[in-house]
């Protein structure tokens, strides 16, 4: 890294080449500061400024945002229009989302309970926020009954996928058989597995896998529970002998990504970090990137042949028509192997009061709480 103060330039020279790169600078993690700066945390503080600074923090109950009287507004980030915000923190989503209806918030963003979205709807200000996620099931192709590829097609033809975006969501989703979601440009639909539990059960007997023990793991979370719960259905359904666990959220991902556990199959979910196929493809299904500890390839999949495309595809600088329609081919490639059951790219619901206005979405990161304002 190079840096001119008369340029006022910073030049970053790369040991190799790396098509998303200007993608991850994009990011609010990538902020440039000079070499010197220390990296401890001093007083439960970092280095940092923006509109608002932070008080009152409690991390069991929440905590209060005050105007930074330092802070100059610049064309890009303004003052912010509210004085003061106070975050409140509930674990259950009915009790904040009744909290708007009953005039003690202005805003939640807590997953409304499928049940309770019509009324919702006529109660206060719905906001439907699109974002790039996909929730899938995963299966360890290194773990039996899913070391077989009839299983793993078993598995995906056994998933009503409209039925599960009612149940977990309340419809608020759209279902889906891909990789990526809809928002890429590289995205072409798969509809390889329409819902079909006879031809389910055809397959998991022909791969001699009937009463097949198998353990579903997921998170303690509401929406990931009752995902998992229909999952657990449907495979007992086409044969399988399947049973629940669920584990707290904080240690969920550090035991199902680790190779110890040997985990057979689960819930996830992606949400991008930045909109570049790389950010899907080659953390959670390149073969090279497998670890045996903190692993996000939960499936395990490694292909040589789509490992070797992945790794020819970071050198892309451009995400040309030709460099989509190989992102393409790569994700209908790995697809064919089934490793994972995708089922749903969410649509999160924002729940406002009705006396609030100024409500702006931001693709990543959501509402941008400095804008709200009183109607």
Partial sequence: IVTSNKKRTITIRLAKPRGDFLTILALIFAAPVPANTSTAILNGTIPATGPYRITGYDPNRGF???????FKPTKYIPRGNPDKIDVA?????????Q???NGQADYSNAAIPPDRIASVKSKGHLVLRQTANTYYFWMNIREAPFNKLKVRQAVNYALNRGTMQKIVWG???????????????SYTKLNTFSYNVAKAKSLVSSAGAKGAKVTVWTRDVSDARDAATYYTAQLNAIGLDASLNILPR???????????????????????DYPHPLDWFDVLLNGNRITNTDNNNYAWY?????NAEIESLKKSQVLTPAVNAR???????????????PWSNRVFPEFFSKKMGCIHVQRLYGIDLARLCRK
């Fill in 89 to 97: 923190l509930v674990g259950d989503a009915n009790s904040a989302t």
């Fill in 64 to 70: 209060t945002m005050v105007r930074n009287k330092y």
């Fill in 99 to 101: 909290r708007v209806i």
């Fill in 327 to 341: 992102w393409a081919k790569v994700e209908k490639e790995i697809m064919a192997q089934a490793p994972w059951a």
């Fill in 171 to 185: 419809g608020l989703g759209q279902a889906t058989q891909n990789v990526l979601p809809p928002t890429y440009p």
């Fill in 250 to 272: 904080a240690t969920y991902y550090s035991t199902v990504g680790n190779v110890a556990t040997h985990a057979q199959t689960g819930w996830a979910r992606w949400l991008e």
């Fill in 302 to 306: 490694s292909n040589k042949k789509t």
